[in-house]
């Protein structure tokens, strides 16, 4: 029986000079499983890494240069065993190959940073993400009227100031222009992590941006008002059922009015947040982000619900009646303001949205676990927690021994909190109670 002969650097150049120039050549390494020398027909010899990872064969070259005239077998081992090892992990070695050249060759080109280059890759990742279609639509119309007015390069020096100056002519409200600021923002944010330091050395619009600016506390009902809005009283008034899901659940309120039955599960205390289908979307239905969630559901609102379902709902049947979904949402609004007059409540500053405040807020005064609730609210980083944590530190006291479960329909508590944050009367009837 014949003996191969080794793989070495003298059987590989005596394999290459008397194989024909035309013929295909291929040599695998047996001592490093997956390197292969591979030289196409009037090609040049070359290393590859050939291995099954993440269900599929993956061939590679060893590097960026990767002939055998310049990549000796010693060095050709070295390399693949470098490549095994990062597919065998799971990385995507091409996109990374990908993104270093991309930043050499921008580098070479005199530090030039496009701000259209730079929108691509936010909204790809954005795409990734699965912030929703308006989102994205908004942000590029936004980015590229900023490109038009001349805000083209991110390394330019004069470039947070075009920005500004931009911002400043047009015709819009002051949330308008700060959620314009915000998508620049986050372009130069990615922006950052796609260019070298030497091309890109800090934020370009950290100044518009305004470096280390807070978060703006947002407006939240205190536990008193919260209190308020889940009583008898509240609830029996048009709306009140809607208003009391969102301050219980955290939902947004299209996630909420596009709730439905057969996405509820009352035994495990969850409801399922999905994206919506073309029919839905069609009709109107949103979310932030297209990636489905789970909304934990507390005691409370769960012995709401079952209150609440019909015997038998058909299949599809939403949770709230039509006109929350069909309308225009100012009518929507003047009836949440409708509603807190009604039941005594101050409008100040409150809005929808801040019923979702408030659950984050007051689920961590109540001792919540930080990182269930952020999953359950959708909430992506942890600055949030951290946020809402400073918020909560001023009814921790009040509601520490809650053991991390909402108890705003409890009447002892009910009365204690009554006690301890008076309010004024309601003004539906002598007092909003709360049945036991």
Same mark, same amino acid.
């Given at each position: ?75 050709? #081992? ?25 930043? #050499? ?62 911002? =400043? ?33 800090? =934020? ?27 009583? =008898? ?46 029919? /839905?979307?069609?009709?109107?239905? #949103? ?12 005691? /409370? ?114 009365? #204690? ?20």
């Amino acid at each position: 029986m014949s003996k191969k002969p080794a793989f070495t650097e003298a059987t590989i150049k005596k394999r290459l000079a008397e194989a024909p120039v035309s013929e295909e050549v291929r040599m695998r390494d047996p001592e490093v499983p997956g390197l292969v020398l591979w030289r196409r027909p009037n090609g040049k010899a070359r290393w590859y890494v050939v291995i099954r990872a993440a269900g599929r064969i993956r061939r590679m070259p060893v590097g960026d240069v990767s002939t055998y005239e310049k990549i000796n077998l010693k060095t050709a #081992r070295d390399l693949a065993k470098g490549v095994i090892g990062k597919l065998a992990s799971g990385q995507d070695v091409a996109a990374e190959r990908s993104k270093l050249r991309q930043q #050499r060759k921008e580098a070479r080109q005199g530090g030039k940073v496009p701000m259209a280059e730079a929108l691509k890759r936010h909204l790809a990742l954005l795409v990734e993400r699965g912030r929703a279609a308006g989102h994205r639509a908004e942000l590029k119309r936004v980015v590229e009227d900023a490109i038009a007015a001349g805000v083209s390069d991110l390394a330019a020096p004069g470039a947070a100031a075009a920005a500004r100056t931009w911002l =400043d002519k047009l015709k819009i409200s002051a949330s308008t222009r700060h959620r314009y600021r915000v998508h620049l923002c986050a372009v130069s944010k990615t922006a950052m992590r796609w260019w070298p330091p030497e091309v890109l050395a800090r =934020d370009p619009f950290l100044p518009l941006a305004g470096a280390g600016a807070p978060i703006p506390p947002p407006s939240v009902f205190t536990p008193a008002e919260a209190v308020r809005l889940l009583s =008898d009283t509240a609830l029996g008034l048009p709306g009140g059922r809607l208003w009391a899901f969102l301050l219980l659940s955290g939902c947004r309120f299209k996630e909420a009015t596009w709730a439905r039955w057969d996405r509820l599960n009352l035994d495990r205390a969850t409801f399922d947040v999905v994206p919506p289908d073309a029919a /839905e979307y069609e009709a109107g239905a #949103r979310v932030k982000r297209m990636k489905a969630r789970t909304v934990h559901l507390g005691v /409370e609102l769960v012995a709401l619900l079952r209150t609440w379902r019909p015997e038998s709902p058909p299949p599809g049947a939403f949770l709230f009646p039509d006109e929350w979904r069909t309308r225009p949402h100012v009518y929507n609004v003047m009836d949440f303001r409708s509603h807190l007059e009604a039941v005594g409540i101050p409008l100040e500053s409150r809005r929808i949205h801040t019923l979702r405040h408030t659950r984050q807020t007051l689920g961590l005064a109540a001792g919540e676990d930080s990182l269930r609730l952020r999953l359950s609210m959708g909430h992506a980083g942890e600055d949030m927690g951290e946020h809402y944590g400073r918020l909560a530190m001023r009814w921790r006291g009040l509601l520490a021994s809650w053991g991390g479960e909402l108890k705003l329909r409890d009447p002892a508590e009910v009365k #204690r909190i009554a006690e301890a944050m008076p309010l004024p009367a309601c003004p539906s009837t002598d007092a909003c109670t709360v049945s036991a």
